[in-house]
Nanobody, 119 residues
Framework: QVQLVESGGGLVQPGGSLRLSCATSGFIFDDYRVGWFRQAPGKEREFVAHITWNGGFTRYADSVKGRFTISRDDVKNTVYLQMNSLKPEDTAVYYC????????????WGQGTQVTVSS
């Protein structure tokens, strides 16, 4: 059974940093992708970043390029999202999601963690 559990959210001032963690378990596929998404109040969920488990290939939304970094720890089976230079518009519930590389849509989702950027 695939599980993803996010942690690390909280309240931070503009310009500050947070690191989100996504602990994964149960992935038995040859290769898979883990992504971070976010949803702000009244807005649709949007893509933030993703990483492939084999090879560590990454992609970012334009809005976070140069500020956010996605990475993985093969030993801990954990994916991280380092968020720097945070802005109020980064405020959202952040979700991690996973899927086998062969599938077009993300199949597995975590419960989400709240990130609030405010002074």
């Amino acid at each position: 059974q695939v599980q993803l559990v996010e942690s690390g959210g909280g309240l931070v001032q503009p310009g500050g940093s947070l690191r989100l963690s996504c602990a994964t378990s149960g992935f038995i596929f040859d290769d898979y992708r883990v992504g971070w998404f976010r949803q702000a109040p009244g807005k649709e969920r949007e893509f933030v970043a993703h990483i492939t488990w084999n090879g560590g290939f990454t992609r970012y939304a334009d809005s976070v390029k140069g500020r956010f970094t996605i990475s993985r720890d093969d030993v801990k089976n954990t994916v991280y999202l380092q968020m720097n230079s945070l802005k109020p518009e980064d405020t959202a519930v952040y979700y991690c999601a996973g899927k086998p590389i062969s599938l077009p849509q993300y199949r597995y989702w975590g419960q989400g963690t709240q990130v609030t950027v405010s002074s």
